[in-house]
């Protein structure tokens, strides 16, 4: 147990470290899976969104709800259970950030995190803050984790 707050203090980053400049070329390469996930939404293709994610990396998603009545709910979903409702059906979505999203790479580890809207038949449904946590396994970038908040109101293009 001595040790544990030697590794926690050698772990902890400086205070005034301020996250370094990501490089077009870097957040093109974190961006590229998220713009296949998004593709795989619009075609619900679950095939598509499956193979940008490192489905063996123990990760999920997480929803953050908040009801118009103000209740919230926050649930956990496996990535077989996430994937398993992403089937062609009579609707049509199209999940998209709203603005350019943060992106934030540390070695083998990046952040993506953006404002971000769900239409539904051509019309607003959901809106929130999607929150991507990459990992870069040989090359190759991939989803460990996906959170998201959820509203229906105050929406932008509702």
Not at 133 to 140: C, K, P, T, W
Not at 149 to 154: A, D, E, L, P, V
Request: hydrophobic share 45%; net charge negative.
């Amino acid at each position: 147990m001595i040790f544990l707050p030697l590794l926690l203090a050698a772990a902890a980053p400086a205070a005034d470290k301020a996250p370094a400049p990501v490089s077009a070329s870097e957040a093109a390469a974190v961006m590229a899976p998220l713009k296949a996930w998004f593709a795989g939404i619009d075609a619900t293709d679950a095939g598509a969104i499956r193979n940008q994610i490192r489905i063996d990396g123990g990760g999920g998603a997480t929803i953050a709800v908040s009801r118009p009545d103000g209740t919230k709910l926050v649930r956990h979903v496996t990535w077989e259970d996430y994937l398993a409702k992403i089937k062609p059906g009579e609707h049509r979505y199209h999940e998209q950030f709203t603005a350019s999203p943060m992106i934030q790479i540390d070695g083998d580890i990046a952040m993506v995190w953006g404002d971000f809207t769900l239409s539904v038949d051509g019309k607003v449904a959901t809106c929130g803050v999607d929150h991507f946590d990459l990992v870069r396994e040989n090359g190759a970038w991939k989803v460990q984790n996906v959170t998201w908040s959820q509203r229906t109101t105050g929406c932008p293009g509702t």
